[in-house]
């Protein structure tokens, strides 16, 4: 048979070998490989801070609220330049982007670790998210434009466990460090992959040829209108809750900004014969519905990763370092399950493999909705390792269905509005079960009031217990009284929380199952197994 070329995204042209000797070089496979591993670095880089919160705002002389400024700010800048990968890359090719972009993440992470104050760290976590985020859709781009039909399935396979392993990662990483070496070294960390990453690309890839003229011509309109409405969104979604939604002015002005951003981004789009990015692939009804569901799943994933830590430092009052110890368990399975993953996805209908993965992430989630005050790390291991089984079932038959059918010039489209609908599926779940977790504590803290009042007599018998057990400890009666109701009001208060964080995990859990309904709708996929070209069986 004889062999053909494919256009990249570069501007250039990618060698197919004949079928069904598809070989691929170990250069390639190198290349692939670093842009695996910048995925995963940039993935982990949104989640490494949750842990190290309490220390960094510390050491900023920041609160709470302030603080959270830290990770929007990446999320912002990550969100925005992920659709623009395409236009970079056509511009300075795809090996000069990617070893120039990873040098100034290397560089904006360690000024990170070097923060003077809050507005240095927001500044410099801006810049590290608009460096990092664009080798999140580039490691797919890589698969899709230097791999063989035939070796996509392992490629999207180690896509899949950057996508999934490193939320699970960063918070383990990130306590484990703080812990032993200070707050400053979860960024300074980033130098070990990142170099691996520039040596890789440097090897592995081939020079492009550099179009700046290219800038001149964008589609500069559309990038203004994509990134104040992606911007703003994540601003709104990130913050909404901490400033009570649409009561806040602040809130009220990024809704609306995004609103115009994202009506003016589609209009221009549709309008514009050559739009920076094709929204146009919304339209196939594969990619439509492997979208949806990778924003469920950015639901699940970033979701599951925010109330879990959350829960287990206010509850069991865990460190750092013993809740990453709980959460490595949702991530470390995964890899021994991918491989045998993507030989299946080879074999059986994508679609039944991407339903047993939800059944049991959504299953893990549904677990995770019966905890009391007394769950800790034996209790919660099966549910972590239930997730850790499901998760690799998804999210490698949704590369497969979002890459099915897709042509060579719009590879780069795909794979970041994939990738960016994902990141803002987990903006958004993390805004849902934020607000949820708030408006269900006070739910079920006014339930339990209407019980335990000073009324019953259970709640007076143990009020007299408590306050009997504080005088005898040495406290005055009146001292011992009011330390009784304050005790009693930490338990109500406690239990509410308790019940809450169920309820977020129950959320999550039907928005999963949920998910099942909308899988169907797309065409039956299977990965190539041979050397056959990736469409719809």
Known sequence: MASTTIDTPAGGKAFVPPAPSEKVSGRTWLAVAAGML????????????????????????????????????????????????????????????????TTLFLGFSTLCGFAWNLPSMIAFRMLQGFTGGALIPMAMTLVMAKLPPSKRATGMAIFGLTATLAPSMGPTLGGYLSDLYGWPSIFFINWVPGLLLIGGIAVGLDKDKRNLSALLGADWLGIGFMA??????????????????????????????????????????????????????????????????????????????????????????????????????????????????????????????????????????LMNSYMDATTGYDQLLLSQIVRALGQPFVMLTLSNFAMNGIQPKDIQSASSLINMTRNLGGSIGIALLATALTNREHFHSARIGESVSNYALTTQERLSTLTSSFINNGFDSSTAADMALKAVDGIVRREAYVMAYNDGFFLVAMVLFGCIGVLWFSDKVKAPSGGGGGGAH
């Open 38 to 101: 910048g995925a995963f670095m940039a993935v982990l880089d949104i989640q490494i801070t949750n842990s190290s919160l309490k220390d960094i705002l510390g050491a900023l002389s920041a609160t709470q609220e302030e603080g959270s400024w830290i990770a929007t700010a990446y999320l912002v800048a990550e969100i925005i330049v992920i659709p623009m990968t395409g236009l970079f890359v056509r511009v300075f090719g795809m090996r000069a982007y990617m070893i120039g972009t």
């Open 228 to 365: 104040v409405g992606l911007g703003s969104l994540t601003v709104f979604l990130e913050e909404g809750n901490t400033k009570d939604w649409f009561d806040s002015p602040f809130i009220n002005t990024f809704a609306a900004l995004a609103v115009v951003g994202l009506l003016g981004w589609v209009v221009n789009s549709t309008l514009r014969k050559q739009p920076f990015v094709n929204l146009g692939l919304y339209g196939q009804r594969n990619f439509a519905a492997a979208t949806a569901l990778s924003m469920a799943m950015g639901m699940g994933l970033y979701g599951s990763a925010f109330i879990l830590p959350l829960f287990l430092a206010q509850i069991p009052g865990y460190s750092p370092m013993q809740i990453g110890e709980v959460i490595m368990w949702a991530g470390l399975p995964q890899l021994f399950i991918m491989p045998f993953v993507a030989k299946l996805s080879s074999k059986i209908d994508n679609r039944v493999l991407c339903t047993f993965g939800l059944l049991l992430f959504g299953g893990s989630c």
